[in-house]
Antibody, heavy 122, light 106 residues
Framework: EVQLLESGGGLVQPGGSLRLSCVAS????????MDWVRQAPGKGLEWVAN????????NHVDSVKGRFTISRDNAKNLLYLQMSSLRVEDTAVYYC???????????????WGQGTLVTVSS | IQLTQSPSSLSASVGDRVTITCRAS??????LAWYQQKPGKAPDLLIY???ILQSGVPSRFSGSGSGTDFTLTISSLQPEDFATYYC?????????FGQGTRLEIK
């Protein structure tokens, strides 16, 4: 059974930093694309970033480029999202996702963690 | 690439057939997924590759389309289907989501 458990969320002041972690189990982590998606309170889903199996293919949405960095430790089955220069508008539940299912050259977001809440407020 | 979902909300009854549409601002082949989200829960993948039913998803759900126009159809609504539905394209970065369709009980 695929399990993804996020941690590291909490309350932070504008301009501050946080590092989210996600521990994965139940699948071959080192072979899997991993993503972060966020959802602001009462709002829709926003794709944030993804990282390829070996960590070389890395992508971020424009709104977080230069502030957030996705990374992974395949030896420990861990996914990270380092967030700095946080803004009020970054307040959201952040989901860790394993993109295991692939077709047509794409890997779909099929396994989601329960999410961790990040609140940016003074 | 932008995705436009319609309608943004929908009221329907148990047993109804419901269709939600997702239009892409440019062609995305079949690189589209549909998700269901219930309050307080993470989304669940329903359909990928525009029309492939995810394992364990009831057969009353179906997806179709390619290029720019896509649909999610629920053939006979069940009580557990009242939720919010999102499309997402995976054609290029960023892999954005549609704005969501809230399906409510009439």
């Amino acid at each position: 059974e695929v399990q993804l458990l996020e941690s590291g969320g909490g309350l932070v002041q504008p301009g501050g930093s946080l590092r989210l972690s996600c521990v994965a189990s139940g699948f071959v982590f080192r072979n899997t694309y991993m993503d972060w998606v966020r959802q602001a309170p009462g709002k829709g889903l926003e794709w944030v970033a993804n990282i390829g199996p070996d960590g070389r293919d890395i992508n971020h949405v424009d709104s977080v480029k230069g502030r957030f960095t996705i990374s992974r430790d395949n030896a420990k089955n861990l996914l990270y999202l380092q967030m700095s220069s946080l803004r009020v508008e970054d307040t959201a539940v952040y989901y860790c996702i394993a993109a295991i299912i692939g077709t047509g050259g794409r890997f779909y977001l099929d396994s989601w963690g329960q999410g961790t809440l990040v609140t940016v407020s003074s | 690439i932008q995705l436009t979902q319609s309608p943004s909300s929908l009221s329907a009854s148990v047993g109804d057939r419901v269709t939600i549409t997702c239009r892409a601002s440019q062609g995305i082949v079949s690189h589209l997924a549909w998700y269901q989200q219930k309050p307080g829960k993470a989304p669940d993948l329903l359909i990928y590759g525009a029309s492939i039913l995810q394992s364990g998803v009831p057969s009353r759900f179906s997806g179709s389309g390619s290029g720019t126009d896509f649909t999610l159809t629920i053939s006979s609504l069940q009580p557990e289907d009242f939720a919010t539905y999102y499309c997402q394209h995976l054609n290029s970065i960023p892999m954005i989501f549609g704005q969501g369709t809230r399906l409510e009980i009439k």
